[in-house]
T-cell receptor, first 112, second 118 residues
């Protein structure tokens, strides 16, 4: 069966450290993989997208990697700040015209 | 100037009632969606409409009926509400789902509508 798993439900890190979140998938062939941020009481907000033929993508303090052999994406936030505390969702888009499928998310808490 | 707006934000109702949630987007997107986020925070696709036409119906009970009067609006009507319908319902929009393979499907979400069925 198809699965998207994000490594842990919650992750606590110290301010200034690098947060690394994991997204693993099974029985998908994603053309794209996306990461969203969701704050309490709000809708998810798009952060980054990486294509199946890309290994890495960066945006300011964010970095995403995509390994289609391992069927895994890593999402890094460097120099983390308390304002980065939120739930981060990975989402897959299969080849063809299919809707985004989301993982359950990882709740990140950055402690000052 | 909100991109995707949903109303109401909160809805508390009794079992058996019928209720509607409205969604409007001003982004000029052709595709709109309804997602359901349950108490475990799992975000699951329910419906997708492209330019007023239903594209995806993900095994949702037929008590749920989406309606798209035009491509900027996608409303969700729920009949005979059940306890298990309690969740946060998110509307979203994107550029056309049916597109060249080089295009990606980035979603813009509304703030959500929290439905509580008592």
């Amino acid at each position: 069966s198809q699965k998207i798993e994000q490594n842990s439900e919650a992750l606590n890190i110290q301010e200034g450290k690098t947060a690394t979140l994991t997204c693993n998938y099974t029985n998908y062939s994603p053309a794209y993989l996306q990461w969203y941020r969701q704050d309490p009481g709000r809708g998810p907000v798009f952060l980054l997208l990486i294509r199946e033929n890309e290994k890495e993508k960066r945006k300011e303090r964010l970095k995403v990697t995509f390994d289609t052999t391992l069927k895994q994406s890593l999402f890094h936030i460097t120099a983390s700040q308390p304002a980065d505390s939120a739930t981060y969702l990975c989402a897959l888009e299969n080849s063809g015209n299919t809707p985004l499928v989301f993982g359950k998310g990882t709740r990140l808490s950055v402690i000052a | 100037d909100t991109a995707v707006s949903q109303t109401p934000k909160y809805l508390v109702t009794q079992m058996g009632n019928d209720k509607s949630i409205k969604c409007e987007q001003n982004l000029g997107h052709d595709t709109m969606y309804w997602y359901k986020q349950d108490s475990k925070k799992f975000l699951k696709i329910m419906f997708s409409y492209n330019n007023k036409e239903l594209i995806i119906n993900e095994t949702v009970p037929n008590r749920f009926s989406p309606k798209s009067p035009d491509k900027a609006h996608l409303n969700l009507h729920i009949n005979s509400l059940e306890l298990g319908d309690s969740a946060v319902y998110f509307c979203a929009s994107s550029l056309p789902l049916i597109r060249p393979s080089s295009g990606a499907n980035v979603l813009t979400f509304g703030a959500g509508s929290r439905l509580t069925v008592l």
